[in-house]
């Protein structure tokens, strides 16, 4: 069964400094991994992709099967970007439905 | 993408009674999921909505509990029956975006949530 871990509940860093929000993952097929975010009262929503190798709003996440890892990345925070974050797998095998497995979801505060 | 409306926005139930909970999607969509989310705790997937199919339901998650209809390609209730306190929880619905085979764009959109309180 495929699982998602994200070790931190709480990140807590100043403003302008560097952010690294972990999450790791199990799964047998070719993982697809995503990270969602959800600000202070809106809707929950995709941020990025492992598969287009984006960077949206400052943050990137890269891939890495071997520590089998989807660590999202950004070299100077901003206020705005306090918000919940969620690592999420596509369950690739099954081609029908691709239903995401999320992770129990980081909060980043990003104090001033 | 896609715009998706749920109803109520949220609730304050009575235990041993039943919520439905709407979801609307302004586009064609074969399937939907519905998730929860319970206090400090991330989504679970409770079942697939299927238009013109049963729904598939996740391990934990029974059609008794949760029924869902789905009777067209936009629409998709969830009920939750015979409540309890432990039903609190918001409860997502979500469709997914465009993609193309092979390449694994997929994602999922979501809807605002339905934020239930079982008294």
């Known amino acids: 069964a495929q699982r998602v871990t994200q070790p931190e509940k709480l990140l807590s860093v100043f403003k302008g400094a560097p952010v690294e929000l972990k999450c790791n993952y199990s799964?047998?097929?070719?993982?697809?991994l995503f990270w969602y975010v959800q600000y202070s009262r809106q809707r929950l929503q995709l941020l990025l992709r492992?598969?287009s190798r984006e960077s949206i709003k400052g943050f990137t996440a890269d891939l890495n099967k071997g520590e089998t890892s989807f660590h999202l990345k950004k070299p100077f925070a901003q206020e705005e970007d306090s918000a919940m974050y969620y690592c999420a797998l596509s369950n690739t095998m099954d081609t029908g439905r691709r239903a995401l497995t999320f992770g129990s979801g980081t909060r980043l505060q990003v104090q001033p | 993408s896609a715009v998706i409306s749920q109803k109520p926005s949220r609730d304050i139930c009575q235990r041993g009674t039943s919520l439905t909970i709407q979801c609307q999607v302004d586009?064609?969509?074969?399937?939907m999921f519905w998730y929860r989310q319970q206090p400090g705790q991330s989504l679970t997937l409770i079942a697939t909505?299927?238009?013109?199919?049963?729904?598939t339901y996740e391990s934990g998650f029974v059609i008794d509990k949760f029924p869902i209809s789905r009777p067209n390609l936009t629409f998709s209730t969830l009920t939750v029956s015979n409540m309890s306190p432990e039903d609190s929880s918001i409860y997502l619905c979500s469709v997914p975006s465009p993609f193309v085979w092979g390449q694994g764009q997929e994602t999922q959109y979501f809807g605002p949530g339905t934020r239930l309180l079982v008294l």
């Open positions: 586009s064609q969509v074969t399937m």
């Open positions: 492992h598969i």
């Open positions: 909505a299927n238009q013109g199919s049963e729904a």
């Open positions: 799964y047998s097929g070719s993982p697809e």
